[in-house]
């Protein structure tokens, strides 16, 4: 069976790998097709698509963004858009220069704190990648300010915490448009993740399902079977394509590996076939 992976971080946000050793470390777990899906941009895509090429793989263009909805973090997973659109790019932007503005406010606030930290210091760490709160709790590490990443975010980072700062709100059905303008396919990412009742759930796909949303990710790495089936119910109740992917970020989540999440992932090609067929039916009606 043909195994692939539609949800993957690289260092272009807060995966560890560059895009191609992620392209390598792919064909070493045996898939044969992933998305790279880095949060709010898609900076990693030509190196990724270059190595890709030389290793006989098949990428799928992939982007990840983080949107609010009832003050909740919402992602959004796109796939297979024209991600080399000059519209687009300038639309994203947008993301970025948002979540940069957040950045700096979070750095401004610790360093009036006393805590040893400036934009100079976390560019020498990071360089000028896409910073998430990811990076903000490795610095702290290094700084040996705490002790781990779940100290980091539950003193430091956390959405209750004094150094969170709010990004512009973002809503996920302006995103879902977004994708489907530039031809690709929308997906609600990790459902189970937002906590939301069944009705709270229903009520976003209902919405979404009117913004041109395709599909839902049922198959993830922290999913019970009971987990999807529940999604996998809902997907067909709402007409979306199933999708399903690992949530790989290398190191930052060492228990989970690219293509099979914490061992029991199992994605067969047909579930990326099914998106894309999808979007086709959806295209002509």
């Not at 539609?6 to 044969?32: F, R």
């Not at 709160?133 to 975010?153: G, M, P, Q, T």
């Not at 009742?197 to 990710?217: A, F, H, I, P």
């Not at 089936?229 to 109740?237: G, S």
Request: hydrophobic share 35%; glycine share 6%; aromatic share 10%.
């Amino acid at each position: 069976m043909k195994l692939i992976d539609l949800h993957t971080h690289s260092n272009c946000s807060d995966g560890t790998l560059s895009p191609a050793d992620l392209v390598k470390h792919a064909v070493e777990c045996n898939v044969t097709a992933f998305a790279l899906t880095d949060h709010d941009n898609t900076d990693g895509l030509a190196a990724a698509f270059e190595a890709a090429a030389e290793m006989n793989i098949e990428l799928v263009p992939g982007i990840e963004f983080s949107t609010e909805y009832l003050g909740t973090d919402i992602h959004i997973v796109g796939i297979d858009f024209d991600w080399k659109n000059k519209e687009f790019q300038h639309r994203i932007d947008y993301y970025r220069s948002e979540r940069e503005r957040r950045n700096q406010k979070m750095i401004d606030k610790m360093a009036a704190d006393g805590i040893d930290i400036s934009y100079g210091q976390m560019a020498e760490s990071f360089g000028e990648s896409l910073w998430t709160r990811a990076h903000f709790a490795k610095y702290l590490i290094a700084k040996s300010i705490v002790r781990d990443i779940n100290e980091a975010f539950s003193d430091y980072l956390g959405d209750n915490c004094k150094y969170f700062i709010p990004r512009e709100k973002v809503s996920p059905f302006e995103v879902v448009r977004l994708i489907r303008q530039f031809g690709g396919i929308p997906i609600l990412a990790h459902p189970f993740q937002y906590k939301f009742s069944d009705e709270t759930l229903r009520t976003l796909l209902t919405k979404l399902k009117e913004c041109g949303l395709l599909g839902m990710e049922v198959y993830y790495s922290t999913h019970t079977k009971e987990n999807c089936d529940y999604l996998l119910d809902l997907a067909n109740e709402f007409d979306l394509a199933p999708s399903g992917g690992s949530d790989f970020h290398g190191s930052n989540k060492p228990d989970i590996e690219l293509g099979s999440g914490k061992n029991n992932l199992q994605i067969p090609y047909s579930i990326l076939e099914g998106l894309r067929s999808k979007l086709q039916e959806e295209t002509k009606k």
